[in-house]
């Protein structure tokens, strides 16, 4: 096996020790990106130099003996629209061209201080809505990688880095993760500051990670969750202890509830089948539930959130070059403009209308169970594929993991989603690493 094919946990495990050096690991990850790099498309600013340098500092202070982060060594993709000081920031469009931040994104800051050696700007969509960069999917270079946060789940699945960081304000990380066949998970609105992020919705946008096993997923997650008061909507509570809860096994066998959700009909047949399977397999484990009748409108309800505040955080690239932008966009935008104050207040009202609504379910179930996306990643790369089984969940906040445990009839991978109540994200990462366990015998 090689350097490349090991786990976040591993190598920091063997750098810590002194068994692999940060620039052993980070070299090796940039041979395997010259070499797959043209066909996969996963980067938009690389400078192996600058890689290089960091993870050469980060051995001198492991050498000095001074204080290690948890990420030590490790090598991270940060997608295109968090602010890097020292590397541009273009989100995916002619319009941020050449962009240089003066600082940090708060979890950029939180990357460097655990430690890890931010590899690169991974390839987003435009303005991290729907329009594709140059990112194809690692697994067939004929298919979409998904979106937004395409480059950061195709990277990862190309063995390019153990580790990304996206973002979801709709299915930016799930429906990728799904795609490229690896593990996304977004936590709690509210649990990672957004400072220093592309804004497109204040309600919605909420911060991600990719890996290869939820182990990883928990280790990265937990280093970015500290309390920013620059984020409006972070509230000072303890850190989660994704971690060690992760490392536990669940004082009881899991219970989950398999939620079709009202776009159950939008579900290909490959995933039909490969959830009747999985349900199968899981037996008394798992129950169907329906849910509650409040969410036929949700779907709406999110659509009238996201343009009315894409209208709002895209004004000035509109106003300064609308006939660079895609159409999507375009149409977004002006749909979202002609949404009224009182649709827009009343459609975020829903919001904590829709959690009360779920609550018998969580006090009789550790997690829902759905799809991840519609099917496998559609062929072609000018569209990203539908986020539609991501959509409910972003809007509610929720925590929600794509495990990488299905394939499709192609061979493709795909997401079997699990979402938890909100702030129950040890929890639910604990119940995904148990599920992910069970599928693997």
């Avoid at 709709?170 to 400072?195: D, E, F, M, Q, T």
């Avoid at 779920?358 to 594929?385: H, K, R, W």
């Avoid at 539908?386 to 299905?406: D, E, K, Q, R």
């Avoid at 394939?407 to 109540?421: E, F, K, N, R, Y």
């Amino acid at each position: 096996m090689g350097l490349v094919h090991m786990s976040a946990v591993e190598a920091a495990g063997a750098i810590r020790a002194g068994t692999m050096t940060s620039e052993e690991l980070v070299r090796a990850c940039l041979e395997r990106i010259k070499a797959i790099e043209e066909r996969v498309g996963a980067w938009a600013y690389l400078d192996p130099d600058h890689a290089l340098k960091q993870a050469r500092d980060a051995d001198l202070a492991r050498r000095e003996g001074r204080a290690l982060g948890p990420l030590h060594g490790i090598p991270v993709g940060v997608k295109d629209i968090f602010d890097t000081h020292d590397m541009p920031t273009e989100s995916g469009t002619v319009l941020h061209a050449g962009r240089q931040p003066a600082e940090d994104a708060t979890v950029v800051a939180l990357l460097r201080q655990a430690g890890a050696i931010v590899m690169g700007k991974t390839v987003t969509t435009e303005l991290a809505v729907y329009a594709p960069g140059k990112t194809s999917n690692p697994h067939n270079p004929q298919r979409t990688p998904g979106g937004s946060s395409s480059g950061s789940a195709a990277a990862v699945a190309a063995f390019m880095v153990p580790l990304a960081i996206g973002t979801q304000t709709n299915g930016s990380v799930i429906r990728p993760a799904s795609y490229c066949g690896v593990v996304g998970y977004k936590p709690s609105h509210g649990l990672i500051s957004r400072y220093g992020v592309l804004q497109q919705s204040r309600p919605l946008d909420q911060v991600g990670v990719f890996a290869r096993t939820v182990e990883d997923a928990a280790l990265i997650a937990e280093q970015l969750m500290v309390f920013d008061d620059r984020d409006p909507d972070m509230r000072l509570r303890e850190r989660p202890d994704l971690v060690q809860t992760v490392a536990e096994e669940p004082p009881v066998p899991p219970r989950l509830a398999f939620v079709r959700t009202p776009v159950w009909d939008q579900a290909e047949k490959d995933v039909k089948e490969a959830f009747v399977g999985l349900v199968e397999r899981l037996g008394e484990r798992v129950k169907e539930v329906p849910l509650p009748d409040l969410f036929k409108d949700a779907i709406a309800v999110h659509r009238t959130i996201m343009e009315a505040d894409l209208a709002r955080s895209f004004a000035p690239e509109y106003e300064r070059g609308k006939d660079v932008l895609s159409l999507t966009l375009r149409e977004m935008i002006e749909r979202g403009q002609k949404v009224l104050a009182g649709d827009y207040n009343r459609a975020v009202g829903q919001i904590p209308v829709l959690h009360r609504s779920l609550e018998a379910i969580f006090e009789q179930y550790d997690a829902l169970l759905t799809p991840a996306t519609t099917g496998e990643a559609p062929v072609g790369l000018t569209s990203t594929g539908s986020p539609i089984f991501c959509t409910i969940w972003t809007l509610c906040g929720m925590p929600a993991v794509s495990l990488p445990i299905l394939q499709g009839s192609t061979g493709m991978p795909l997401g079997a989603q699990l979402v938890g109540a909100k702030g129950t994200d040890a929890r639910l990462l604990r119940t995904a690493r148990w599920l992910a366990r069970l599928a693997q015998h």
